[in-house]
């Protein structure tokens, strides 16, 4: 993901932005949270290996916090799409069950957790609801088929396939 994090700007996830908006959640900035990772037991070995070595590399060359990883007890199986009405983006997990546990584990040992647009969302909104906790997401997709009306939103996602292969 290339973000980079601006000193007047808290990243903040949309169920805890709702929150923060309906004055029922305050927030404040944090120096360093503990970062775990959450895999999803349904990719591939492959995936997995990389995912752990860009774990590695942002702890060793960026000093990120990144305490532990988990694989989840079932494969969530989520589902993205596009919906034809709106065309938003959107998705599902199968298994929420799974990615719940697989967090409160991560949560009794440490504090945050680590993980396309819609289902994204998704995935943090459940856990931001469930555990009121910082969330951040990121895919973990074999490389979409090559498109070139590509949103420019989601440009950096596309160079993200291209300089880790």
Known sequence: MLYWPMPNALYVEGYALD????GLW???PVHQNK???VLDAGIEEELRIRHLQVADAARASLGLPVSEYIVTDTPLEVEKWIDPKSGQ???R????GSLLRAVETLVSKSKGIDDIAGVEAIISHLVVKEFQ????H?????PLPLSTSLCPKSAAEEVSIITSS
């Open 138 to 142: 990121a895919p973990a997709l074999s």
């Open 26 to 28: 305050a927030l404040q």
């Open 133 to 136: 906790i910082p969330c951040a």
């Open 19 to 22: 929150r923060f908006a309906e």
């Open 89 to 91: 983006s959107t998705g």
């Open 35 to 37: 970062v775990g990772l």
């Open 93 to 96: 997990i199968k298994h929420p």
